[in-house]
């Protein structure tokens, strides 16, 4: 039982390109989310989905965007980078997003974009 | 508007002292709170959470963390600290929205620094 994880581990991106970070689970949870993390910031949302086939919005979505083709799989697209998407990347998953379910993170991805 | 703080950005304690890592929170209902750790160059790992019931709430490693209504905080507290308890840890607070169902707001984070 692996948990989350996440590829790649490490990323270095030149303005203006794109990429795709996969998180897959292999818990059968039902919402995956996706975080970035900032000094001082603490971490905020970027979007999330609440099951198979459908996606969401959080608190810091543009320039971003994701797919949930599969249940186990969630993947996040960055189309044309910018330097301010440098960040960690953090994937979670959660069973519901009932009050009490905990939400299990990947180990996250280091971008770095110059 | 729903938040969490952690009014300190670092924390620094001697090896087998007690230690407290503050959490605010601002939610309108009731609070559902949450304490990860983060370990450098690592994910965030789940320690407790409060949802009702007893306000001492006990975790992982050790830690504990107090539930107080009235002070609207969460803080997280270890009767004898490690060095290996050395890390970053986050508060979060569940809130909902009507058809988005519950999300997390997490804290900025407060850097714990245990010297030998």
């Known amino acids: 039982n692996a948990g989350v994880t996440q590829t790649p581990k490490f990323r270095v991106l030149k303005t203006g390109q794109s990429m795709t970070l996969l998180c897959a689970q292999d818990?059968?949870?039902?919402?995956m989310y996706w975080y970035r993390q900032d000094p001082g910031m603490g971490l905020r949302l970027i979007h999330y989905?609440?099951?198979?086939?459908?996606?969401a919005k959080g608190e810091v979505p543009d320039g971003y965007n994701v797919s949930r083709l599969k249940k186990q799989n969630f993947l996040l697209g960055l189309e044309s980078a910018a330097p301010s998407q440098t960040s960690v990347y953090f994937c979670?998953?959660?069973?519901?997003?009932?009050?009490?379910?905990?939400?299990?993170f990947g180990p996250g991805t280091r971008l770095t974009v110059l | 508007a729903q938040s969490v703080a952690q009014p300190e950005d670092q924390v620094n304690v001697a090896e087998g002292n007690p230690l407290t890592v503050k959490c605010t929170y601002s939610?309108?209902?009731?609070?559902?709170l949450f304490w990860y750790v983060q370990y450098p160059n690592r994910g965030l790992q789940f320690l407790l959470k409060?949802?009702?019931?007893?306000?001492l709430v006990k975790g992982s490693y050790g830690f504990e963390a107090e539930f107080n209504k009235s002070q609207t905080s969460f803080h997280l507290k270890k009767p004898s600290a490690l060095v290996s308890d050395s890390a970053l840890y986050f508060c979060?607070?569940?809130?909902?929205?009507?058809?988005?169902?519950?999300?997390?707001?997490f804290g900025q984070g407060t850097e714990l620094s245990v010297k030998p």
């Open positions: 979670a998953s959660s069973l519901t997003s009932g009050r009490g379910d905990t939400q299990y």
């Open positions: 989905s609440v099951g198979e086939g459908t996606t």
């Open positions: 979060a607070v569940r809130v909902f929205y009507y058809n988005q169902g519950g999300k997390l707001i």
């Open positions: 939610v309108s209902g009731n609070p559902y």
């Open positions: 818990m059968n949870h039902e919402y």
């Open positions: 409060y949802i009702t019931g007893d306000n």
